[in-house]
């Protein structure tokens, strides 16, 4: 299929990609509209809500001490920002390739065709890294079962579920995220009940580990910086709220309510976690190694706390695997449907799904079942250094992408004006900016971060040729 024809709207939308139902296939077949309201929050809700949270907040702990709330607050701050803006543009004009679309029709073909391939390769890749995760605690379970064995299962599984009708897709992550999202309201509760001394056997705890052990900040600033760079890529994976929505019955109306209904909540869950974990127990509690969330249970008296919890992170995981599967399958559908990726990943099957597309995209989780069968000790730390950073550059398309769209949107935009608004346009907006441009100056001076940000430069590098050659080929064509 040829890329669709520009519409008279500049850069405005191309009609196949603005209908409710998603975009057309050549033969006419549509992506299907299978997914529901409740389906498309909840995944606003789960989507970021996984090992990064559950695990990985035990590493800002370690460096940002009790600081650990403003480093997930400053994230968090930069990642609803990004969010906000997405949903604006997504909001108006819906379209399966979600970013990569608005990068385009912003910027120009070479935004689009960077920051859907940047994607696409980031969600592949970190696919075979929840698998990976994901078996490490299976194998831990059943360890009869090798771990490659665990990754190719799960890989078959959930290539099996997206290869269906998408009201699959849309069934397993909500009740996956209601998991998720209930582990962490019934974590909150019983949290908040110790730090009041209403649960049996504790006494209220008041601020002392707060203001005790080197006080709030101690490591100073410098800890909350650090806590910042441990998080920050915890908060991704919101984006495939965007590209879902292409698949519902009002995509404009079920975007804007999915991001309205998401970002202060996840905000919510992230600061008031941290903050129950620092306020009952001493920063320096924690272990290495071990989920914060098993710490505090086990404080607590939970039985099995620990099992409960790698019940909690596997389900996360899965979740993240099932929604990366699906957010790539869409995305690398969009960069054909514009003719940035092969035409034979636009066949659609008759019930709406790109199977080639995903099964393009699972290709890579196959792969990695070889390397866990090669390198099972050492194959999550260098898939996930890979390309982790990329995230940033993405984000930062995103803002300016929004940057360059809103007046026209506002132009073209029906009485009532837009349905989702950035807020203090242009102001904030450039501030997201600034804060990721500081984010990779202060990954380049942390040690173990720069290795993560040079290799995911180096791919971000790459793409960005390709798109770049690819522009100049075609103007000598014209």
Known sequence: MHPAPRTPLADGPRADETQAGGPQTAGGEPLSPGLKQRHLTMLGLGGVIGAGLFVGSG???AVAGPGIVLSYLIAGAIAMLVMRMLG????????????????????????????????WLLLV???AVEATAAAQIAHGWVGAVPQWGWVLTFMVVFTAANLAAVKNFGEFEFWFAALKVGAIVLFLLLGTLAVFGLLPDTDPVGLSHLTGDGGFLPNGWAGVVSGVLAVVFAFGGLEVVTIAAAETDDPARAVGRAVRSALFRILFFYVGSMLVIVTLLPWTAQRAGLSPYVTVLDSLGVPSAGQIMNVVVFVALLSALNANLYGSSRMVFSLAERGEAPRGLLRVAPGGVPRRAVLASVAFGFVSVLLNLRWPETVFAYLLNSVGAVLLFVWALIALSQLRLRRRLERSAPQGGLPLKMWAFPWL???TLAAIGAVVVLMLNDDGARPQLLWSGAATALVLLV????DVRDRGRK
């Open 59 to 61: 590493a800002g702990i």
């Open 88 to 119: 604006e543009m997504s909001a108006a004009l819906p379209a399966s390739g979600s970013f990569s679309v608005h990068a385009e029709r912003a910027l120009g073909r070479w935004a689009g065709f960077s920051a859907g391939w940047l994607y």
């Open 125 to 127: 890749v970190v696919l």
């Open 429 to 431: 907006t450039r501030a």
């Open 467 to 470: 798109a770049v050659v690819r």
